[in-house]
């Protein structure tokens, strides 16, 4: 069993069982099937970006809090030692470099997008906004249909309570920061 398989599997019955939650009843509230999640708790299954975006907004809870570990009063991140989720036959990949705690309310990771791949993100729940900083390569965002370009040390704010779409038409690695902000 991989090592963040585990810690998302435990993540998910920790969270799921402090709700009162059957696996039933989390299927019904993220459209993740009882067999995906049951499979994920076991650490049976890798869970692609797009099914952990759907446990966390079914669960209203951050992306983070399904792959991070247990934090420490003092904490380094190394890339090496971060929750690696990938998608798109690994070509598209995230790490959370910060991660999620009550007190913050805010979550951030590294992406890196090879060159014609992206992600679809379905829309987040109420309340978040995303921030994106471009560090290498060149970005097209398509945000609710309108498509913005960006290159390297630009950003971009937006509501992510609606569909958006990040895609690499370039030849080099998209890499970029991601703030994830859960306003109250």
Known sequence: MKENVAFIGSNLQKIRKERNLSLDKTSVLTGVSKAMLAQIERGDSTPTVTTLWKIADGLKI??????????????????????????????????????????????????????????????????????????????????????????????????????????NDGEVMVKLTMVMHYRK
């Open 62 to 167: 951050s992306f983070s809090s399904l792959i991070t570990r247990p934090q420490k009063a003092m904490q380094v991140i190394r890339k090496e030692d971060t929750q690696l989720v990938t998608e798109n036959d690994k070509r598209y990949r995230v790490y959370n470099v910060v991660p999620f705690s009550p007190e913050k309310l805010f979550e951030v990771y590294n992406v890196e997008i090879d060159p014609g791949s992206g992600h679809s993100s379905d829309s987040h729940t109420p309340g978040v906004e995303e921030y994106i900083f471009i560090n290498k390569g060149r970005l097209t965002m398509d945000i609710n249909g309108t498509s913005t370009f960006l290159k390297e040390d630009e950003s971009i704010i937006f509501d992510g309570n609606q569909p958006h779409v990040y895609k």
